[in-house]
């Protein structure tokens, strides 16, 4: 193999090592996942699609993102835990929810029959959390339940809206518990975004210039 045959070889492979890191990077869970603000500094987009939630949904962006915590830890090929046949043999997934927002595939099928999203991807953060609005919208239609309640929220996106109407989550005592939580993760996170906002709202040539 010639010279010049080996210096393109070397580069294509520069080259695809550097795709597949800027890949992994734009797909990895952020990680200060803790603070929205750090979270909203390492991915700007996911900050303005979550204002565009809140625009298009009115759902405020706290809620939806302590949910997404709660549901995938921000991973965006989460997968729900392995079912056991007998106890010990490999049967499939407990359900089949997947992605950022773990919608399950008949829900989310019903979001992109509904909304003309028909593209949409579990794995995009942008249609996970535009699910996610849809989602925390019919439910207060169907429920009464406040958009600003993640607490109640989070009860119906795990048990659905009949679930919900039935009260199963009394017969899940852990639900309750992880409910609250949620709840207290999206006080935290509005709390935090009320310091940060603004630095996003401005977009990132206003803060090269007067940040």
């Not at 010639?2 to 869970?29: D, F």
């Not at 500094?41 to 298009?56: F, L, P």
């Not at 490999?90 to 019903?110: H, I, N």
């Not at 207060?140 to 009949?162: C, F």
Request: proline share 4%.
């Amino acid at each position: 193999m010639n010279q010049k045959k080996l210096k393109k070889i070397q580069q294509l492979s520069l080259i695809v090592v550097a795709t597949a890191a800027i890949s992994g990077c734009a797909t990895a869970p952020p990680a200060s996942p803790d603070n929205i603000c750090h979270i909203f500094e390492e991915k700007e987009d996911w900050y303005h699609a979550a204002a565009d939630v809140r625009d298009k949904w009115g759902v405020p962006i706290h809620v939806p993102m302590a949910m997404m915590y709660q549901e995938s830890s921000f991973k965006h090929d989460a997968l729900p835990p392995r079912d056991y046949l007998l106890g010990f043999i490999p049967w499939g997934r407990v359900s089949s929810a997947y992605g950022y927002s773990q919608a399950k595939t008949m829900t989310w099928e019903d979001y992109q029959r509904e909304t003309g999203n028909g593209w949409a991807s579990r794995s995009d953060f942008e249609d996970a959390i535009d699910f996610m609005g849809w989602f925390i919208t019919k439910t207060y239609t169907i429920n009464g339940v406040s958009k600003w309640d993640a607490y109640g929220q989070y009860l119906n996106y795990h048990e659905g809206w009949g679930g919900y109407q039935r009260k199963s989550y009394l017969q899940k005592p852990w639900l309750v518990r992880t409910s609250k939580i949620v709840k207290q993760r999206s006080l935290r996170y509005a709390a935090q975004l009320k310091t940060c906002e603004e630095d996003f709202q401005h977009g990132w040539l206003w803060n090269l210039f007067f940040g």
